[in-house]
């Protein structure tokens, strides 16, 4: 069974940093593309970035730019979000999520994801 749980949620004030996990199982990362999406009260949801199966990443949301980054350890099977500089706008639930392909991420449609893990939330706030 396909089941990815995130972590590392936490309360962070104004410009502090966190770190998020996703951990995957029932499947490896050598054939996925795994995705981090984020979703505030009262919003849609929304993609922030990606990273394929061959480690390349994409950017889905240009608000992110020099502040997230994404990364993943093969051997620990779990991707990872690096968040700098927060701001109280950052305040959401976070999602990791999975795609079996081998494309590069700038081919893969955020509606193409389709194993979501439970959320960890993050809150921004002093």
């Known amino acids: 069974q396909l089941q990815l749980v995130e972590s590392g949620g936490d309360l962070v004030q104004p410009g502090g940093s966190l770190r998020l996990s996703c951990a995957a199982s029932?499947?490896?990362?050598?054939?996925?593309?795994i995705g981090w999406f984020r979703q505030a009260p009262g919003k849609e949801r929304e993609g922030l970035l990606c990273?394929?199966?061959?480690?390349?990443?994409?950017r889905y949301l240009e608000s992110v730019k020099g502040r997230f980054t994404i990364s993943k350890d093969n051997a620990k099977n779990t991707v990872y979000l690096q968040m700098n500089s927060l701001k109280p706008e950052d305040t959401a639930v976070y999602y990791c999520?999975?795609?079996?392909?081998?494309?590069?991420?700038?081919?893969?449609?955020?509606?193409?994801?389709?194993?979501w893990g439970q959320g960890t939330q993050v809150t921004v706030s002093s």
């Open positions: 999520a999975a795609v079996r392909s081998g494309s590069m991420c700038i081919l893969i449609g955020e509606y193409e994801y389709d194993t």
């Open positions: 990273i394929g199966s061959s480690g390349e990443s994409y």
């Open positions: 029932g499947f490896t990362l050598d054939y996925y593309a």
